[in-house]
């Protein structure tokens, strides 16, 4: 099975940065993805890492250890409109299964 | 513009009674998947689909059916729903699993 644990919920200030860690613990591995998804809205997709290593789109970018089971999300320069939950989610080695993990509520304050 | 549909959007119904809510997609991708998202337990894949003709169950696939018989739809049907089905459920397409587009979702409350 697949067990991914990333924080609940965090807390930041506009124009700060934060962090979303995720850990996870799986049989075979084949990329890491993270979506963002606002409330009452679809999730929508913002980083892929299969490779050990950070991924950077802009403010936000991702990094990957394989060998830790590790990755987290870096959002720089927080802007209001980045209050929304983020998933953390792991695709099998085998066949395109993927597993998200239950997401990290951002708020964002002034 | 790329896009996922889904009908109906909100559906409440009662227990038992046979329902389908259908998911299209205009970007001729091979890869569609339905997910249920409820709260404190994320989104969990119910089944997903590589290509017509080809499915596969996710990680929540009892009491579901899928069907992909032409590449742009992929139905989600409950032959029997029950309380415990109830969810916001999402459909998603892509080329593969790597980057994958959501519908709007669709709220199904089963009394």
């Known amino acids: 099975g697949q067990n991914i644990d990333q924080p609940t919920e965090m807390t930041a200030t506009e124009g700060a940065i934060v962090q979303i860690n995720c850990t996870y613990q799986t049989s075979g591995f084949n990329g890491l993805f993270w979506y963002q998804q606002h409330a009452g809205e679809a999730p929508t997709f913002l980083s892929y890492?299969?490779?050990?290593g950070l991924e950077e789109k802009g403010r936000f970018s991702s990094f990957l250890s394989r060998s830790k089971g590790y990755s987290y999300l870096l959002l720089k320069e927080l802007q209001m409109k980045d209050s929304a939950s983020y998933l953390c989610a792991v695709r099998k080695a085998a066949g395109n299964k993927l597993t998200f993990g239950g997401g990290t509520r951002v708020l964002v304050k002034p | 513009e790329a896009q996922v549909t889904q009908n109906p959007r909100y559906l409440i119904t009662v227990t038992g009674k046979k329902l389908t809510v259908t998911c299209s997609q205009n970007m001729n991708h091979e890869y569609m998947s339905w997910y249920r998202q409820d709260p404190g337990l994320g989104l969990r894949q119910i089944y997903y689909?590589?290509?017509?003709?080809?499915?596969d169950k996710g990680d929540v696939p009892e009491g579901y059916k899928v069907s992909r018989k032409e590449k742009r739809n992929f139905p989600l049907i409950l032959e029997s729903p029950s309380p415990n089905q109830t969810s916001l459920y999402f459909c998603a397409a892509g080329l593969s699993s790597y980057e994958q587009y959501f519908g709007p979702g669709t709220r199904l409350t089963v009394t």
């Open positions: 689909s590589m290509n017509v003709e080809v499915t």
């Open positions: 890492n299969v490779l050990d």
